[in-house]
């Protein structure tokens, strides 16, 4: 199906070719920031693939209330335009509260509303508002179908630069499954859909007064979702997974990522060419 092309810099969504949605989890600290940047941007050139990048100025989600958070709004969105002066890169933040929308687009270029706030009405009218591109992530207790509603909203306040993406579905306790249905069922919205691939295997609050994840999975799950035909592919990294002070149990090793995006590279083109047919 042919979906709405979503510009952001000198990436396209929906276009022919992937695009990667990279990142460290949140904003650890602005030397760390830059250096996963700029370590991102020269790894998606060598690999020929769009990069935009991914990071947090804060977690409002976190299990323990003891948990890291990153440095606030104002001292975290300073960090994404340095990131953005730095390396040229586009930069997708997630914003928690309505009243984070504005002061967050006037520095990023793509503004995420966090699965677990999909159906809050008011936040996703705020960040649909202020005319950037929408991410909106389905809510792990949601249907695919069910996103269309969230769509809606978006659309009723003005947003037409609309990504959705899948970051898997509530499977029992502490457990989440994807299903790659999801990612065929949203295309049909008519807008680039997005697939998660470390966000499906955190097992929330698995480990306690922090979520666990099983990193192992993520290349195969990436390359499946390729496979099936995404527009991008969004992975949370880290130089150092074990050291990461937010989601580390499922952030890939940013050593490991060059050898998986010529994977997600080769099957993407592999699957544009038969999703086309003969001639």
């Not at 991102?40 to 003891?66: I, M, P, W, Y």
């Not at 586009?90 to 793509?110: F, S």
């Not at 997005?194 to 099983?214: C, I, K, N």
Request: glycine share 10%; charged share 25%; proline share 5%.
């Amino acid at each position: 199906m042919n979906v709405t092309k979503v510009k952001v810099g000198n990436v396209v969504f929906g276009e022919s070719g992937l695009v990667i949605i990279a990142g460290p989890c949140v904003i650890e600290s602005q030397d760390s920031c830059l250096r996963h940047a700029q370590r991102l941007a020269n790894v998606s050139r060598e690999a020929g693939v769009g990069l935009v990048f991914k990071s947090s100025f804060d977690k409002a989600n976190r299990t323990s209330h003891s948990s890291f958070r990153g440095p606030g709004l104002e001292a975290g969105l300073r960090v994404l335009e340095l990131v953005k002066r730095e390396t040229g890169l586009p930069v997708l933040t997630d914003v928690h509260e309505p009243q984070q929308a504005a002061p967050a687009a006037e520095v990023a270029d793509i503004l995420q509303v966090p699965a677990l706030l999909s159906r809050q009405t008011d936040l996703v009218g705020a960040v649909a508002a202020t005319g950037r591109v929408v991410n909106l992530k389905k809510g792990q207790f949601l249907a695919p179908w069910e996103m269309k509603a969230v769509v809606a909203k978006a659309e009723d306040r003005g947003a037409r630069r609309i990504l959705v993406t899948e970051r898997g579905f509530s499977f029992g306790y502490n457990n989440l499954v994807s299903d790659m249905r999801a990612l065929v069922i949203m295309r049909e919205f008519g807008y680039p859909v997005v697939f998660d691939a470390t966000h499906s295997v955190q097992l929330p609050g698995a480990a306690g007064e922090r979520s666990g994840g099983q990193r192992e999975f993520i290349a195969p799950l990436a390359r499946a979702a390729t496979a099936v035909g995404v527009d991008a592919v969004f992975m949370e990294v880290h130089e150092n997974p074990e050291q990461a002070l937010s989601d580390g149990a499922n952030s890939y090793p940013l050593d490991r990522l060059p050898g998986l995006l010529r994977d997600l590279r080769r099957i993407d083109e592999l699957s544009r060419m038969v999703e086309s047919g003969p001639g």
